[in-house]
Every structure is written in structure tokens, then in C-alpha cells.
């Protein structure tokens, strides 16, 4: 396999776009005055990101993977979204070893 220019350069460019996006972001937030309204609001995209990218597996395979997103979904609402990731993927690999 081998790697021409073109493809390295567009590589590098859409890493710096990706680093200077999340950077930009960090640097930007520290000087916003945000409202207690605008920062729930902030904090609660993480979840519902979460929630849009397993929701489809959940609907769309076996009973294993539906009990876990929700109970997933339940954890996310009272522990952090590391933990309550951690709860779903612990719940999913329990249910699967059962059988179901």
C-alpha cells in the first residue's frame, strides 16, 4: 500500500481541523458568561449524542442490546455518561453470557 502526497496532506489538514475546532472551543467557553439554563443545556448534549448513536442498535438487534440501552439510558440520568456507559456495556456482556 502506499501513500501519496495528496492523500498525507489532506490527512494533516483534516487533523488540524479537528484539533483547532475542539481547542477553539475550549479557549472560546472560558471567556462566555453562560446562565445556569445555557449550561444544563450544554451539559445534557453528551447524553443525547450517546442516545443517537446506540439508539439504532438498540432497535435494530436482539433483546441483549434493548434491555441495555435502557438501562443505560436510566443510569445516564442519575451518573456520570463514562459510568453510565461502563453500566451499558457491563449489562449488554451480562445479558449476552445468559443467553439473551
Do not use: F, H, N, Y
Amino acid at each position: 500500500m502506499t501513500l501519496d502526497l495528496s492523500t498525507l496532506l489532506a490527512i494533516l489538514a483534516m487533523a488540524a481541523a479537528t484539533i483547532l475546532t475542539r481547542i477553539s472551543g475550549l479557549v472560546l467557553i472560558q471567556r462566555v458568561k453562560l446562565s445556569d439554563r445555557a449550561r444544563q443545556a450544554l451539559e445534557a448534549i453528551p447524553p443525547a449524542v450517546l442516545m443517537a448513536v446506540v439508539a439504532p442498535t438498540a432497535l435494530m438487534t436482539g433483546a441483549a442490546e434493548t434491555i441495555a440501552c435502557v438501562v443505560t439510558a436510566l443510569a445516564a440520568l442519575r451518573l456520570p455518561l463514562l459510568a453510565a456507559t461502563a453500566v451499558g456495556v457491563v449489562c449488554v456482556a451480562l445479558l449476552r453470557a445468559v443467553g439473551l
